[in-house]
């Protein structure tokens, strides 16, 4: 290549586009695992989906409460759509607010004991509020492990980012020294989307208290899932009013797409008027904002749905540590099984697939810790669908001598 050719390359943005061959070469070898084709659900209340006109045993969703599939938050949002519309073409500021908007964050804000609650069109757009909280001479401290969206929205902001490593709070408490003068605010997740593990916010809000810093709680994965009535790691660790902000996802446990913040009513109202993701981005879409409502209404009235979603979780956990495969310790619904070998990964996922009809997710790094299987389990699962996958693994791991 002449020097003039490579010099030109160089230059080019979408060089690294054209280098960019890994999800190529794995499409070569019918080993892709991304973009699957989904033609709805079997029935309502079931844990199966339709893919290429065949039923398939979902294991792969973030529906914990199997919400999405409940005839009552269904006919919610199509009584939304018949008296809202599909959209509001416009932002919250301007003309996209709903009378259903203020309802569900008085009544959000109520769930988990805060005195206000703001919400977004879309869970990755909630955590950009930190982008606002987190200004010139100020700092955030991340988890290492945090959600991409936390790392997006703190990297946005003008304040400087300092990373923890994992639930580790001997590292955590050596930052703080450190910055035990400067405005802070410490964020994790509370259930870690990917290993499923809890952060210890107990420990965490001790810290906080000990060096003034304020501390927020990402409970995108633990709402609806852990603690006495639902609202996540923080009300499960017993430190919920110790919490600063809480922030939460819809689509999860609510079955539906968007999230809040919620905290002091100081805090929202500065976070309404300085968010860009809030500010600039249309209003919550009124069928959505329906779903989450009811999907609200039944996390409070219907514990007994949490109570088997952690049951039917435990049991396919302990079966396959019995069996012998890597699994990640933890109580939650997200059980990931190590598979360290890429190819060999993707090859469990295809036959759990294509042979035993179930879906699951194969994660890669640096996406989680390992490379992984990650299995996530929902209330409508029953203890005969645990025993359908755990038997499906064990054939599969013994094949590639996983076990």
Known sequence: MSEKSQKTERLDIFQKCYAFTKPSEFKKMGLYPYFKEFMGVETENSPYVIMDGEKVLMFGSNNYLGLTVDPRVKEAAIDAIKRYGTGNSGSRMLNGT???HLALEEELAEFVEKESTLIFSTGFM??????????????????????????????????????????NMSDLESLLKKLVDE?????????????????????????????NSRLYVDEAHGLGVLGEKGVGASEYCGVLDKVDIIMGTFSKSFASTGGFVAGKKDVIEYIKHNSMPFIYSASMPAPSVAAAR????????EPERRKNLLKVSNIIRDE?????????????????????????LCKFFQDLLVEE??????????????????????????????????????????KYNLI
């Open 98 to 100: 709903l009378d259903i």
């Open 126 to 167: 909630t955590n950009g509020s930190l982008s606002a909280l987190i200004t010139r001479k100020e700092f955030g401290i991340l988890d290492k492990n945090v959600h991409a969206s936390i790392v997006n929205g703190t990297y946005s902001s003008f304040g400087e980012i300092k990373r923890f490593r994992h639930n």
């Open 183 to 211: 405005p802070k605010i410490v964020v994790v997740d509370g259930v870690f989307s990917m290993e499923g593990d809890i952060a210890p916010v107990d420990k965490l809000a001790e810290l906080c208290e000990k060096y």
């Open 294 to 301: 009811k999907a609200l209404e039944i996390i409070k009235n």
């Open 320 to 344: 396959l540590k019995r069996a012998n495969f890597k699994v990640y310790e933890g109580i939650t619904p997200i059980i990931p099984v190590v598979i360290e070998d890429e190819v060999i």
């Open 357 to 398: 009809k179930i879906y699951t997710n194969p994660i890669f790094m640096p996406a989680a810790e390992n490379n992984m299987i990650r299995i996530s389990c929902m209330a409508i699962h029953n203890e005969e669908h645990a025993e359908i996958l755990v038997n499906s693994m064990i054939k599969i791991g013994k």
